[in-house]
């Protein structure tokens, strides 16, 4: 394949034209951390350090799923890898959910039943992950 073959498919574009969209709300969150961070808004340490985890993981993950949207449209993996490699998105998600969910009680000290959310999102992030890097090897 040659770099002008390249092109990215409309699905493609779509779910990152989509994506980029929650940027706003990822930005909003980091106004949410600077309260949180200052003392406006009363926190428990623990809040405080899932609050922070849970933005970065928000932020970092976005960035990687257009990638890894971006990688495998133009090296045309298809099938099984390519729905697979959705799990890196998934894990946007879910991921910062679990942060955020499982410590939104009041004055929490440890976290709910929530924190499934993130151990469901590692899990799809480790399947995106390794989708990408095999159907990218084999493309």
């Known amino acids: 394949m040659h770099l002008n073959d390249a092109f990215i498919s409309v699905a493609t574009a779509r779910t990152v034209g989509i994506v980029l969209l929650t940027v706003p709300f990822i930005a909003f969150g980091g106004t949410f951390m600077l309260r949180v961070v200052q003392g406006g808004f009363p926190a428990t ?49 879910l991921m910062p959910a679990g942060f955020f969910l499982s410590v939104a009680s009041k004055d929490a000290e440890r976290p709910n039943g929530l924190i499934a959310l993130l151990w469901l999102g590692a899990a799809a992030l480790a399947v995106g992950v390794v989708a990408d890097g095999v159907g990218l090897l084999t493309a």
């Not at 045309?76 to 959705?86: H, I, N």
């Open 45 to 93: 340490s623990l809040q405080r350090s899932f609050f922070r985890a849970g933005h970065a993981h928000a932020g970092a993950l976005v960035i990687l799923g257009i990638v890894v949207r971006l990688a495998m449209d133009l090296a045309g993996v298809g099938g099984l890898a390519a729905t697979l490699s959705y799990g890196v998105l998934w894990a946007a998600v």
